[in-house]
């Protein structure tokens, strides 16, 4: 169990719901990416991403809903690439209460340009987020096997991502954000039909150009990443559980 802002998460070792403030919610199969990692050096994202400010970074193993995560984008068209921590889970600006963020840490890009909490983000609010890593749970006759997957190269990516700015009716905004799913590539498929959208560093300026606000313009960037490039381990059941945010989570199953 583990508290991050305020909310208390327990995540049961099945990945199927999530306890948030002692309150369950249903996590549906075949519908999320829920857990990934982001382990790389901050001097290694800075060059990889061409960003020239970056906080010192934590390496994180185990990165779950409603925590923090690292983000770039691009408010103008004039700026750079600007890093951002954003909440997982996007709270839309309309929203009246922020647990609805709880059931939007993702958003199937076959829906993305129809969902009332996605549409305006799709126009004018797209986002990278940062990440080396992430994990897939697949199903076996009595238990859940984690799998781990990431790039052959083991550098680290940017999901194709959205955000929102939603103000309490006191304090400070919340910024938040969710990661863009498809169906699986043949390597992922083996484990789990749906997989978050990996972008490649030749797309990334296209995906936050925020001139770019009609979704035709960018839907084409939205697919499968190339199984070819990509790798997957067998991982501890430790990473089931968000408390576990350490080393052994990544580590190849002996």
Same mark, same amino acid.
């Given at each position: ?7 208390l ?26 857990? &990934? ?5 901050t ?5 990889? &991403? ?7 970074l ?14 770039l984008?691009?408010?103008?068209k ?50 990278l987020?940062?990440?080396?890593? &992430?994990y ?5 006759e ?53 997989m ?13 150009d ?45």
């Open positions: 169990m583990e508290r991050k802002q305020g909310l998460l327990d995540y049961p070792t099945d990945s199927i719901s999530a306890r948030i403030n002692n309150r369950i919610y249903p996590i549906k199969s075949g519908v999320m990416c829920g857990r &990934f990692s982001l382990t790389q050096s001097a290694t994202i800075a060059q990889t &991403f061409q960003i020239a400010e970056v906080p010192t934590t390496p994180r193993y185990n990165i779950a809903p409603t925590q923090s995560i690292a983000t984008n691009r408010p103008d004039g700026t750079p690439r600007q890093f951002q921590w954003m909440r997982w889970g996007l709270i839309p600006s309309w929203a009246k209460d922020v647990k609805i963020g709880n059931r939007l840490i993702n958003a199937r890009v076959e829906t993305v340009t129809e969902k009332p909490s996605f549409r305006d983000s799709l126009k004018h609010k797209r986002c987020i940062l990440a080396d890593g &992430f897939e749970w697949q199903k076996l009595n238990r859940k096997q984690p799998y781990y997957f990431q790039l052959k190269n083991s550098k680290p990516f940017a999901f194709a991502g959205l955000w929102s700015q939603w103000q309490p009716e006191r304090g400070e905004a919340i910024l938040s954000c969710t990661i863009i799913t498809t169906t699986a590539n043949e390597l992922v498929q083996s484990v789990h039909e749906r978050p959208i990996i972008l490649s560093p030749e797309v990334y300026d296209r995906w936050l925020p001139e770019l606000t009609h979704p035709e313009s960018i839907l084409d960037l939205l697919k499968p990443y190339a199984s070819e490039k990509m790798q997957a381990i067998p991982v501890s059941s430790l990473v089931n559980n968000p408390a576990n945010d350490r080393p052994e989570c990544v580590q190849q199953l002996a």
